[in-house]
């Protein structure tokens, strides 16, 4: 995702240019409600205002933060046929040493070099044909897009730390539990006209009833977003948070098994966004609720420390519209029960929001030096959100205290409202852009085999 630097300069924004002008200047003179510049009835929401001060850690502050972020592009290859399009996705891991950055910190200045010193980072790459190039001849696009996503998961590993585990590995126990990965995982045919519910093992079998090949990776149903006729960004989007999740999953699970009393229960795990999942592998929000509840059934204290910090949305809009009127004040914490959910999102059953795709809730807080963040928090039971409008209150969340805490430490002159590991993780993530296309171009242009040399193929593999 772009991040955002203290200038307010965005990534995308040589993009933007006079057309931005011209439809803001036409929205001016339109009537329509924005919920999340609105805003009502300060009193109430005044009371739903918890402050630092009210939450306490119970044991000894996280010394380590490791945040996940991904990112992906998509290019066209083919001179003259701009509909072929390949796609790339990578997603980055950052361990940030968080005595480290206080040193900096006392020294009153952040050296970028010291934070690269303190920053361990691992990285998975995926590129595939995304519309007009398939994996094969003779199959359609839908076909091609489950055929690679099989291949990438096979092959793709996330090679740190003595864990060597393949991205197919990770889905496994994504749908088991720490230390145990699910045999099977359940597939609902993609043939139109069969949808006949299989359990598919990691090898893959045929549908008994349509004798289509099923890959355990249909699971994630992103080929049902895959159309002849689109660009497929979106669905190269959703494969990129599926696997950033399963990064999390992996790295997660590696301190479980080997650091459970030492390193675990010191580290905060972040993801760049909501812990979230939209779209069609939304029933991946269920296995991670569960997998991360395992998780901390098995681990002392409150660990894992889990959370998503959000950049962009309606949420964040709406936290620093409450900043810039001074109703959050720094260290205050705002409660987002169904009543503020009701306010900023302008739903009509605000009561059932969230529950098909969150799973952490939602909070505002402003931290003591003034940045507004919007962090999720994995509750260590039931879900965050359902029908009955979930768990808002802050003290169903035992892990919060040390994020909160985290977030306070990390915040960095370099970016407006956000924090250092994210920032890392970004900088590892992120594709370079201008030059840095045309290198990915070439390497595409490779792998189609349209093009023999063999330039530029060290950069994405
Ligand atoms: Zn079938």
Redesign the pocket.
């Known amino acids: 995702m772009p991040y955002e630097t203290v200038s307010g300069a965005h990534e995308l924004a040589s993009r933007l240019g006079h057309s931005t002008a011209a439809v803001r200047a036409v929205a001016d003179q339109r009537q329509f409600y924005v919920p999340a510049e609105s805003l009502r009835d300060m009193e109430d929401i005044q009371q739903k205002i918890r402050h630092r001060a009210d939450f306490q850690t119970s044991g000894p502050r996280l010394s380590a933060a490791l945040a996940v972020d991904g990112s992906y592009v998509v290019e066209r290859v083919r001179d003259g046929l701009p509909s072929v399009l390949y796609g790339f996705a990578q997603a980055a891991a950052a361990y940030l040493n968080l005595a480290i950055l206080e040193t900096q910190r006392a020294e009153r200045f952040v050296d970028p070099y010291e934070i690269e010193r303190a920053v361990n980072t691992a990285l998975v790459t995926l590129d595939l044909p995304v519309a007009g190039a398939y994996t094969r001849e003779g199959v359609d696009i839908k076909t091609s897009w489950r055929e690679a996503i099989d291949q990438l998961f096979r092959t793709k590993k996330i090679e740190v730390n003595r864990l060597n585990q393949t991205l197919l590995e990770l889905l496994f126990l994504l749908h088991g539990a720490p230390g145990e990965p699910a045999i099977t995982v359940p597939v609902n045919?993609?043939?139109e006209d069969?949808?006949?519910d299989?359990r598919v093992p990691s090898a893959g079998l045929k549908?008994d009833?349509?004798?289509?090949w099923?890959f355990p990776t249909d699971v994630l149903r992103i080929s049902e977003e895959v159309s002849e006729e689109g660009s497929n960004q979106s669905a190269l989007g959703r494969l990129m948070s599926v696997v950033e999740l399963l990064v999390l999953v992996g790295l997660a699970t590696l301190l479980w098994e080997q650091s459970r009393q030492e390193l675990l229960p010191a580290t905060l795990f972040i993801v760049d966004g909501p812990l979230a999942m939209y779209g069609p592998p939304a029933k991946l929000r269920g296995r991670a609720l569960d997998y991360f509840q395992k998780m901390s059934s098995t681990t002392p204290g409150a660990a894992p420390f889990v959370c998503g910090i959000e950049k962009t949305g309606v949420m964040v809009d709406y936290a620093r519209q409450l900043a810039r009127h001074n109703v959050l004040k720094p260290g205050d914490l705002l409660v987002c029960d169904e009543d503020i959910i009701a306010r900023v999102t302008n739903a009509s059953n605000a009561r059932a929001y969230g529950k098909e795709t969150y799973w952490g809730r939602k909070f505002v807080y402003r931290a003591l030096d003034g940045r507004v963040i919007v962090p999720t928090v994995m509750p260590p039971h039931g879900a965050p959100y359902d029908a009955h409008g979930g768990q808002p209150d802050p003290k169903d969340y035992p892990t919060l205290a040390s994020i909160l805490d985290v977030v306070d430490r990390t915040g960095s002159s370099m970016y407006a409202d956000g924090i250092i590991p994210v920032a890392a993780a970004h900088g590892k993530a992120a594709f370079p852009i201008g030059v840095g296309t045309d290198v990915l171009r070439l390497v595409a242009t490779t792998r189609l085999g349209l093009d023999r040399a063999s330039y530029g193929s060290n950069v994405v593999r």
């Open positions: 045919c993609p043939t069969c949808s006949k299989v549908c009833t349509c004798e289509t099923l």
